[in-house]
């Protein structure tokens, strides 16, 4: 049988992951009766990519049509998890870049549509959400010619085959319909992808492959998935690793994907991309190999981090109440599991127990935290900080081209935020949808905190990418753009009455009847200053009774922060507490005293 690896690469939220449901539905992955015909999303399986909306971890499925098998390879979209895109598009023979008909391509398109060309891919352009109200599918195409005149490695490149799709109907064109509705499948697309997609079926030579991926069975152990780059093995072969050709292993358990899942089979052969078990000390970018042949594939390069956060186990008054891991060992432990698959991050154990975390954005740390937090992990960590290289003797910062998609009437709050953070303006456009494009340049430190803020004052109609393009001299400094905090004067349960008097300083974080500490942060002031108040402080009671005394105390809702949101608020005195069921924001010296001492 034929094989084919497609990769299905694209901006965030341009419709990638709501066209794989789509083949995989119409391919009969599942029986007519299945709960999967019913559901969307069926490739984000990890509850944060469900809730979040975006994929996060690259994923493999098959399908079959016309006596070829596909391995569909969904990657990311998101800048922040490149390092999943990188190592996957080392599988593929062929992607599908999908592009918004409205919005065109992206900066992230960019940057996957450029590490696609390195490799050599076949790339089929598919121009997706054509019934959106402001599509302009013909200007999309334009914008994607223009980026592959910039991004092509050779002439060959500049022809590409493009399909119209209209992912959420499951429905593909190879010419632009004047009737929506008269057609619905996805027979063009994958007639398109046999025609366009050379076949690199050799068996030829020793066996090879690449480890991309790793997956965990706890029946038969660590699993290492790759594409096999020659020849073939079976079941019972003696292997070694590249960089441990001494050592042998059994090859215990070939499976190949089908559909959603996996089916074990006896023997494989390239292009095929298979999980072999019964090797052990593997790592994501070694190569199994035949014993007669230890020369190892070229791994995949990945882009270094450009933000860190120090992390360690949690050290407040209410420390170990709430989760089960909570020691340095313990969170050693998962950082260390992590970095066997998580390839964009970074770990560096300090002296005292902690650690610097180092990841390719806010996004990528914060997911990372998120995961930890849901598997009963308690820690604390500190304000996220830019990575500062020494390039020829200059202390240089990341620099990060920030595109921003707007309604005209958001430009003033645009101009004002970037305004403040010293960015340096590019260009503006208008576009025929009532938008306004901007793209700016400016420092990765800069950005920290802003697209939260923008998402709140653009009532969520922002649309933000952004990508690292280079390093400079480190700019002048950012004044703090965030107002002093509200603290907790005392330890014990808040009460309406002290939140009262401290609500009419500024925003209340919490809720009457939260647990609180001195030194925890309960809001947020309306000036300048940090302020610690005592909100466990109840009304005194006495046997006079008066008109004004009695009167109910009203407060307005707390403003729950989210787990990035809170990571955003912090500055450099103060951590963030992470537990499985709170987030609390204190200061890194509780009591005063401690404050006074430490100049704070």
Do not use: W
Not at 89 to 101: P, R
Not at 264 to 290: Q, R, W, Y
Not at 414 to 419: D, M, S, V
């Amino acid at each position: 049988m034929k094989i084919l690896n497609i990769a299905v690469i694209a901006h965030v939220d341009h419709g990638k992951t709501t066209l794989v449901d789509a083949l995989l539905k119409q391919a009969h992955v599942f029986r007519d009766n299945q709960s999967e015909m019913n559901q969307t999303q069926i490739m984000d399986s990890n509850d944060l990519e469900r809730e979040r909306g975006i994929t996060i971890l690259a994923k493999n499925c098959a399908i079959t049509y016309r006596d070829t098998k596909i391995n569909i390879i969904d990657t990311p979209g998101h800048a922040d998890f490149s390092g999943e895109v990188e190592r996957t598009l080392g599988m593929a023979d062929g992607a599908l870049l999908i592009v918004d008909a409205q919005e065109g391509p992206m900066p992230q398109t960019r940057f996957v549509l450029k590490k696609a060309l390195e490799l050599g891919i076949k790339i089929i352009v598919v121009i997706n959400k054509i019934d959106k109200q402001f599509a302009n599918p013909a200007s999309a195409k334009d914008r994607v010619e223009t980026l592959f005149l910039e991004l092509a490695q050779d002439e060959s490149q500049l022809e590409f085959p493009v399909v119209y799709a209209i992912g959420a109907r499951g429905a593909t064109f190879k010419d632009l319909p004047e009737d929506y509705e008269k057609q619905s499948g996805v027979e063009d697309l994958l007639d398109t992808i046999l025609e366009e997609v050379p076949s690199k079926i050799t068996d030829e030579g020793s066996f090879k492959m690449a480890i991309s991926s790793l997956d965990y069975d706890p029946h038969t152990g660590s699993a290492a998935i790759g594409r096999i780059h020659s020849g073939s093995v079976t079941k019972g072969n003696k292997v070694v690793l590249s960089s441990d050709p001494q050592k042998y292993y059994t090859v215990e358990k070939i499976q190949v994907y089908a559909g959603l899942g996996k089916e074990e089979v006896e023997s494989a052969s390239a292009p095929d991309i298979i999980a072999l078990t019964g090797i052990t000390s593997i790592k994501i970018g070694d190569t199994i190999c035949d014993p007669a042949d230890v020369v190892a594939l070229d791994s995949v390069k990945i882009g270094e981090p450009t933000i860190n956060i120090t992390l360690g186990p949690n050290t407040s008054p209410l420390a170990g109440r709430e989760g089960k891991f909570f020691t340095s060992r313990q969170i050693e432990e998962r950082l260390n599991r992590e970095l066997e698959k998580n390839l964009g991050l970074r770990i560096q154990k300090l002296g005292d127990g902690r650690f610097i975390v180092s990841g390719r954005g806010e996004l990528h740390l914060s997911v990372l935290l998120e995961t930890m937090r849901r598997e009963g992990y308690e820690l604390e960590v500190g304000k996220p900080e830019v990575i500062i290289k020494d390039i020829d003797g200059v202390k240089s910062e990341p620099v990060e081209e920030v595109t921003i998609l707007v309604p005209d009437e958001y430009v003033g709050v645009i101009n004002q935020e970037f305004g403040k953070r010293y960015g340096d303006l590019k260009s503006m456009k208008n576009l025929d949808s009532g938008e306004v494009e901007f793209i700016y340049e400016i420092p990765t430190r800069a950005l920290i905190g802003l697209r939260n803020m923008l998402v709140t004052l653009t009532k969520g109609t922002v649309i933000y990418s952004s990508q690292v393009i280079g390093y400079q001299k480190i700019g002048k400094e950012i004044p703090q753009l965030r107002k002093g905090a509200l603290m907790s004067s005392e330890s014990g349960d808040a009460l309406a009455y002290g939140l009262a008097n401290a609500q009419e300083r500024g925003i209340l974080f919490i809720a009457p009847g939260t647990k609180v500490y001195e030194g925890m942060i309960i809001g947020l002031n309306s000036k300048e200053n940090d302020i610690a108040m005592n909100v466990i402080k109840g009304k005194k009671l006495t046997n006079m009774r008066s008109k004004s005394s009695d009167g109910t105390i009203q407060l307005t809702p707390p403003t729950i922060l989210s787990l990035e949101q809170s990571l955003d608020f912090l500055e450099s005195d103060e951590l963030l507490e992470i537990t499985p069921e709170n987030l609390r924001l204190r200061k890194k010296h509780l009591t005063e005293l401690d404050r006074k001492r430490a100049g704070k």
